[in-house]
């Protein structure tokens, strides 16, 4: 089973820039396809990007499109969400997921695993 772990969470200003990282560990990473989500006080999980096995298809939210780009690097068994132009919408808890389908999706109930979460923070 997949085990991972989010970082680079932290606290900025509206306008600044974050780079999220999710390492994995336990099993072959590119045999998955992976995901974005994030969580605000009182909301529900919602997606914000995917990215397929190889890294050669991605997905955003339209809330994100243009803004945030996620890429992954195989070889280092690692996902990264490079956030800029953030918003205080953007605050929330955001967590990565793996889908042992392959399979990129928006849907929550598509992802087998997922990690802990890393706080993001801005501040207007």
């Known amino acids: 089973q997949v085990h991972l772990v989010e970082s680079g969470g932290g606290l900025v200003q509206a306008g600044g820039s974050l780079r999220l990282a999710c390492a994995a560990s336990?099993?072959?990473?590119?045999?998955?396809?992976m995901g974005w989500f994030r969580q605000a006080p009182g909301k529900e999980r919602e997606f914000v990007a995917a990215i397929s096995w190889s890294g050669g298809t991605t997905y955003y939210s339209d809330s994100v499109k243009g803004r945030f780009t996620t890429t992954r690097d195989n070889a280092k068994n690692t996902m990264y969400l490079q956030m800029n132009r953030l918003r205080p919408e953007d605050t929330a808890v955001y967590y990565c997921?793996?889908?042992?389908?392959?399979?990129?999706?928006?849907?929550?109930?598509?992802?087998?695993?997922w990690g802990q979460g890393t706080q993001v923070t801005v501040s207007s």
């Open positions: 336990g099993s072959t990473f590119s045999d998955y396809a």
């Open positions: 997921a793996a889908d042992l389908k392959s399979i990129p999706s928006e849907f929550k109930s598509m992802y087998d695993a």
